[in-house]
């Protein structure tokens, strides 16, 4: 009871939130902007929160700074429930790889990101310490998965490969009983999977190899994707073509969006659930690093 208290709040905020954010309409209208006097009377006339700047970089450090300030305080009102972790773990991943290069690889220090379920720090200095498994719920057997598996490479590569396996095999189980998530979690993978094919074709033919980087449990099976790369990029082509997109881009990033979004907006699914507050924060993200884009190609005039 608890729990469906504070989630109807959670989502009432969430539902607050999302009223403020920027249409498609008027994201769409930002492409036809030319000058950054232009950017910035737009942004006054839909009456966005941050619409004065110095430059660039002070634009850039408030939107970046709305965004923390905008998790954080989604993070701290949710209820700790199986969706909660699936909206806010990836970061623990991200961290995860972080503190391994670190430990392991002395990659030089990088920051961590937030929200994070587990201190970033924790994870750092307790790396090979098993009291850290004890105390990090929901996270003891990716946690100690991932551990063995950097004990026993060096290859910084096999390491990114298997976080993002278990941080999928992770994001599956929490997402057992919303349909949602779950399915497009799937939808995820496949098109992981296939972006990883289309870039190894850039380099490599050791397919072998490429099979082991694979995902599993996406909606397409990964031996299809598989064989499909072996035919090269039309094969690539062949297979993503199952999905429906309606853009003429050949930039593969922004099919998988387009796909993404198309699955976001087709969906059903039960406003009093986890989904609306995923989807808002998708949204939140979208409109800041689509803001920052702009301004940038305005400053630099690319």
Known sequence: M????????????????DSKLISSLNLE????????????????????????????????????????????????????????????????????????????????????????????????????????????????????????????????KILDVSIDKEMYEFLLFLAKNNSFLKERTKLEITLKNICFCSRFLNYGNNFKELEGCLIENGLIEKEKILNSAKKGFEGILKILKEFKFKTNSENLEEITEEILNNFDENSNFDC???????????????EITTLKQKLLNLTYKF
């Open 29 to 156: 209208k930002l492409k036809e902007i030319k000058t950054i006097e232009e950017f910035s009377n737009f942004l006054k006339k839909i009456k966005y929160e941050l619409n004065s700047f110095k430059d660039y970089e002070d634009f850039e450090e408030k939107l970046n700074l709305k965004l923390n300030e905008t998790l954080m305080e989604i993070f701290k009102i949710s209820p700790k429930t199986d969706e909660f972790y699936y909206t806010f773990c990836r970061n623990d991943f991200i961290n995860f790889k972080i503190s391994l290069k670190l430990k392991f690889f002395r990659i030089e220090k990088k920051d961590f990101v937030m929200p994070s379920i587990i201190k970033p720090e924790k994870i750092y200095e307790h790396l090979n310490e098993s009291c850290l498994e004890e105390d990090c719920f929901p996270f003891e057997k990716p946690i100690k998965k991932i551990k063995e598996i950097a004990l026993k490479n060096t290859n910084i």
């Open 2 to 17: 608890k729990n469906n208290y504070k989630l109807n709040y959670a989502i009432g905020f969430i539902s607050f939130l």
């Open 272 to 286: 009093l659930s986890y989904v609306p507050i995923f989807l808002y924060i998708k949204n939140l993200k979208k």
